[in-house]
């Protein structure tokens, strides 16, 4: 039987401004109304401009496809990520976006096949630590599924594994920036000039500072191996030594700094959310978890690329985590000239925000949106609403480079974990917050045993 997926409160209808304010100040999906699960769109009227949300297929088509070049990202993100993010790709837009995009496109070819072996090796070490914690004390999975995604980005970038003292550092402070709800700032999201102080939290600055400091010790340690002529053949020296085909350009080092800074947060951040959802979700359902566990077992030792494509349910369990917890949860744009949605007009400079997890869980056009149905995808409704409503990688020009990735890094980390551990829930419902990406408020504890005696009763191929 399928099972609820948990989802944050919404906003209570009728509530006043100030608490509005504090409950997004909380995170992101508190303060949405219940309706948005509904509605085609939605209107907030902020004081120097509008905001609207769009829900409808159509709409957010137009938004990220079809009129892409109409709708930049926002502002409020190049304003309030300048920390962290300096002024890498994710932030950035028009010309100079478009030369960022230029230069790591290439470094992106048959990244996810090269990636492959860190991602198997960064699977077994995560396997391997947790073997000894596998005694029936809950282990708090956010951390576990941190450090693995960032030990693989780490490999693919660097040629190493991440250090456990580096992981935990990144960690923590990447998890008490998010806190710090970065993307809060009166004068950014007032879209004050740039003279007016932006009077970012002091913490905010110290965890980005932190975290940047750890790149630039990699980057710089890569450009002495560069000049050297002794650095590996890997995606860092790919990106480093990038040259844009059209200008010849290449990445000054406060760029390199701050591509390598998106490559690792994008890249890790993101699958790391998903995985510790998934394995949640796997916990809470017995029956589908074993069918992924009895799948798992077509895996080579160790497994190899061609063992993806036997992996068919598995992939249905990663787009359904997918669905129902987008690790980007809203994509914010500007709308760059006039234009209307649905008849009513959208003046320049309104922002406009597109959101997956709305629309993922839209209550008109997902069949029972909040349950956890991996099936789904093979009806008639999942295949429709998988062209026209699931964008967890978003779409056009701005799509994830490392969505394809992404999915390998999913569906192999889900065969390789379940291969070797059975995960069950311990009581604690996790409570979905919406910061920079999806995370649960308290953690996630669930409780793994070695699953190294097949139950053969439960473990049966469904279907
Ligand atoms: C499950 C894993 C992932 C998910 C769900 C994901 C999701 C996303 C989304 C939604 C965006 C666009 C946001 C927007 O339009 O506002 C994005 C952009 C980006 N992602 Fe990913 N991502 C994942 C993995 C990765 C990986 C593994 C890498 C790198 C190896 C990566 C690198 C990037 C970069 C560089 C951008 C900025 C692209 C641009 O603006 O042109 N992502 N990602």
Redesign the pocket.
């Known amino acids: 039987m399928a099972k609820l997926a948990p989802k944050p409160a919404s906003r209570p209808e009728g509530i006043g401004v100030i608490k509005r304010i504090g409950l997004f100040r909380r995170d992101m999906f508190s303060s949405q109304p219940a309706r948005l699960y509904r509605a085609w769109m939605a209107q907030v009227r902020v004081p120097f401009y509008r905001s609207f949300l769009v829900n409808q297929p159509e709409l957010v088509r137009r938004v990220?496809i079809d009129e892409a070049g109409n709708f930049p990202?926002s502002e409020v993100?190049s304003d309030t990520l300048h920390p962290l993010l300096g002024d890498?790709?994710?932030?950035?837009n028009d010309a100079q976006?478009r030369a960022?995009?230029d230069i790591?496109n290439p470094a992106?070819k048959g990244?996810p096949r090269q990636?492959f072996s860190c991602m198997r090796e960064a699977g077994e070490a995560a396997i391997e630590r947790l073997e000894v914690r596998s005694d029936g004390e809950p282990v708090e999975m956010e951390f576990v599924t941190s450090f693995l995604a960032a030990d693989i980005?780490f490999r693919?970038l660097f040629s190493t594994s991440l250090p456990a003292e580096t992981a935990e550092k990144v960690y923590q402070s990447f998890r008490a920036y998010q806190k710090t709800q970065p993307l809060w700032s009166i004068p950014a999201l007032l879209r004050l000039p740039k003279w007016v102080p932006r009077f970012r939290s002091k913490a905010a600055g110290q965890h980005a500072d932190a975290i940047r400091a750890l790149l630039v010790e990699m980057v710089e340690a890569r450009q002495k191996e560069i000049d050297a002529g002794t650095a590996s053949d890997d995606?860092a020296t790919s990106l480093m030594t990038a040259v844009d085909p059209e200008t010849g350009h290449r990445f000054s080092k406060a760029e390199m700094v701050d591509?390598v800074a998106?490559?690792f947060l994008?890249?890790?951040e993101?699958?790391a959310?998903?995985l510790s959802w998934a394995f949640y979700l796997l916990a809470m359902d017995k029956g589908v978890q074993d069918k992924v566990a009895v799948e798992a077992r077509l895996l080579s030792d160790p497994p190899q690329p061609s063992d993806l494509s036997k992996m068919r349910f598995t992939k249905d369990v990663f787009h359904e985590v997918?669905r129902l917890y987008?690790?980007?949860p809203m994509?914010?744009?500007d709308a760059a000239e006039s234009t209307e949605f649905r008849g009513c007009p959208v003046p320049a400079g309104s922002m406009v925000i597109?959101s997956?997890w709305h629309l993922q869980r839209h209550e008109r056009l997902w069949d029972r949106p909040d349950e956890f149905d991996p099936y789904r995808w093979q009806t008639d409704n999942g295949k429709a609403r998988k062209r026209d409503a699931f964008?967890?990688?978003?779409a056009g020009?701005?799509?994830?480079?490392?969505?394809g990735?992404?999915?390998i890094?999913?569906v192999l980390m889900l065969g390789m974990f379940l291969k070797a551990f059975r995960f069950e829930t311990v009581g604690a419902v996790p409570v979905p917050v919406a910061h920079l990406t999806v995370r649960s408020a308290d953690g996630i504890y669930l409780r793994l045993t070695p699953r190294d005696v097949p139950d053969t009763t439960s473990e049966q191929i469904r279907g």
């Open positions: 990220l990202k993100l890498s790709i994710f932030a950035t976006w960022q995009r790591i992106f990244c990636a980005i693919t995606l591509q998106i490559f994008a890249g890790h993101t699958s959310s998903a997918l987008p690790p980007v994509y914010l744009r597109v997956p964008i967890p990688f978003s020009p701005r799509v994830c480079p490392g969505a990735f992404g999915r890094e999913g």
